[in-house]
């Protein structure tokens, strides 16, 4: 049992090691998102074997190039040595990791964790760099056995780099073509039998003006658990006008869902014959709502909207998919463009055929995904001779089109989680602290607003953080973004990707959950709702915050 002991921990690569217990204790220091021990160990086993493997690779790099290695002897001590000062490492590490925690948790207004559970965190790691490990090595062993049966076909060097290639394709095939497909599978039908269940919270609507209800295209079972909260979620006409101290009018949703219609064309046809039902042309205000991937409508910016122009307006949405956002922004990031296009067509060549003057003002939105996805719903040639008046996108996942664009081409100085572009009459930033009056310029006829916050990890996930660092990492940062947090090589890419899988984990008004205040002052920027004083909306959000349980 010792020898066997020993043999395996002379097997370890000393600087392999070395490097791997840095990855590891880098990977305990605050990025975008708290997060649980669990998801840390998981995160610290990757990142362990991350720096292992890049140890292994340079000292084969080392031997390949036949530059001296030191005797045995002194190998061995020096992996003795190596061990030992890996585990004081790790322990130091370990001893911060709930400050480095709690740093960011007191910006987010979350309550402070007294321990890191270390036990949980280290026995995590140690599991996740094990089953790594031994993928590694099987790797190894696999690129040695087709290496050794190629030698005798072909030259040596030939031989080792086929078998690398070779290797490298069948790990590929099986990792993509078997674990993620059927991952992916598994996903689709745990989130398509999630969408099917009925809500006790979700009752039928009894009015005829409501999607679902009596005489409507659509029927209630149809829409999806998300269609079905959409709609039944309020406010109705008597909670605008309580909140709003003014007469208001009930607010028109329609919602279509994924099961309502075969295909695509079919589910645009009925969003636009519904609106047409319930008289949605005949409002001032009419928003398409892009869902998320999963077909969540964000009830906080429904809310606000809906506050903000005091019911007058109507909406309308179709769902595309049922999986996560931030899984389809990792796997296929155009995932559901063919339907904002098909009914961004549908809405707006019904709007754009009817009278200037007796058709309301029409805006896209979309939260995340949906951002993604209303961005691409329309082509500049379809829209420039007759534009439609804005747009508000919260938390653009971080491939969007135009928002790479502008944020690349910001004014300098500016930060890259805060742009300011050009001089603000067509597009303009905000986040928690609204910025959206700072502009230099009025604001033109047509507007995009985009709310972000600077840790929202669907927005500022960089695929590059693997070799660089990202510019919203530059000093100063933003205000919900730790000071601890600094750009680690690989390091960083791997803490990202579990942050764009937890970014909807912190609180309201953090990461990837946005507030109803912020939305609030988003939508009164791009419409420039009537009626309404600093005054007013301060006591808005006051009662609407007083409302929540």
């Not at 078997?178 to 996903?187: C, E, P, S, T």
């Not at 079972?221 to 309020?234: K, M, V, Y």
Request: charged share 15%; aromatic share 10%; glycine share 8%.
């Amino acid at each position: 049992m010792l020898s066997s002991l020993l043999y395996l921990l002379r097997s370890f690569t000393a600087f392999g090691l070395i490097l791997g217990t840095l990855f590891f204790a880098a990977s305990l220091t605050p990025s975008l998102v708290p997060r649980h021990p669990a998801v840390q160990g998981v995160l610290s086993g990757f990142c362990l074997a991350a720096g292992y493997g890049l140890g292994v690779a340079l000292r084969a790099l080392w031997l390949a190039l036949q530059l001296p290695v030191p005797a045995d002897r002194t190998r061995r001590a020096g992996q003795i040595l190596a061990i030992l000062l890996c585990a004081g490492l790790a322990a130091l590490a370990l001893w911060q990791a709930s400050e480095w925690q709690n740093t960011l948790r007191a910006l987010m207004d979350m309550p402070r964790v007294d321990g890191a559970r270390v036990l949980l965190l280290a026995s995590l790691t140690l599991v996740v760099f094990v089953v790594l490990l031994v993928i590694g090595r099987l790797f190894g062993l696999s690129v040695r056995l087709l290496t050794a049966r190629l030698g005798r076909l072909v030259p040596g060097p030939v031989a080792a780099i086929t078998g690398l290639v070779l290797t490298a394709l069948l790990f590929w095939m099986i990792g993509n073509g078997v674990i993620v497909r059927q991952a992916l599978k598994a996903f689709d039908t745990a989130y398509a039998r999630l969408d099917a269940l009925i809500e006790d919270g979700s009752p039928q609507p009894a009015d005829p003006m409501k999607t679902g209800g009596p005489g409507s295209l659509l029927s209630w079972d149809g829409l999806g658990r998300e269609g079905r909260a959409a709609i039944a979620a309020g406010p109705d006409r008597a909670q605008i006008e309580a909140m709003t101290g003014a007469p208001a009018l009930e607010p028109l949703r329609v919602y279509v869902g994924l099961n309502s219609a075969r295909t695509v064309q079919e589910r645009a046809q009925l969003a636009l014959d519904e609106l047409i039902r319930i008289g949605a042309f005949e409002r001032t205000n009419l928003v398409i709502v892009t869902p998320t991937g999963t077909g969540w409508v964000d009830p906080e910016s429904q809310t606000a909207l809906e506050y903000v122009l005091r019911g007058d307006v109507a909406s309308v949405s179709v769902q595309y998919s049922y999986l996560a956002s931030w899984l389809a922004l990792l796997v296929d990031p155009g995932y559901g463009v063919e339907t904002a296009r098909a009914v961004f067509a549908a809405v707006y060549g019904h709007w754009h055929k009817m009278p200037k003057e007796a058709r309301p003002r029409l805006y896209l939105h979309g939260l995340s995904l949906g951002s993604f996805n209303s961005d691409l719903s329309h082509d500049l040639h379809q829209v420039i001779g007759d534009p439609y008046q804005g747009a508000l996108w919260a938390g653009p996942p971080f491939p969007s089109r135009t928002w790479t664009n502008v944020t690349a081409a910001r004014n300098p100085g500016t930060p890259a989680w805060l742009p300011e572009f050009r001089d603000g009459s067509v597009i303009r930033f905000t986040s928690q602290d609204n910025r959206l009056d700072n502009a230099p310029a009025p604001w033109g006829p047509y507007r995009i607003i985009y709310l972000q916050y600077a840790s929202d990890a669907v927005t500022f996930f960089d695929p590059n953080a693997l070799w660089r660092k990202p510019d919203w990492l530059t000093k100063p940062v933003g205000p919900d973004v730790s000071p601890d947090f600094v750009w680690i090589p690989v390091v960083t890419f791997l803490q990202l990707g579990i942050d764009i899988m937890l970014a909807t984990t912190p609180p309201l008004g953090y990461g990837h959950t946005y507030a109803f205040t912020d939305y609030a002052d988003s939508w009164l920027s791009l419409t420039d709702a009537p009626g309404w004083t600093p005054e007013g909306m301060a006591a808005l959000k006051a009662k609407v915050a007083a409302a929540r349980p």
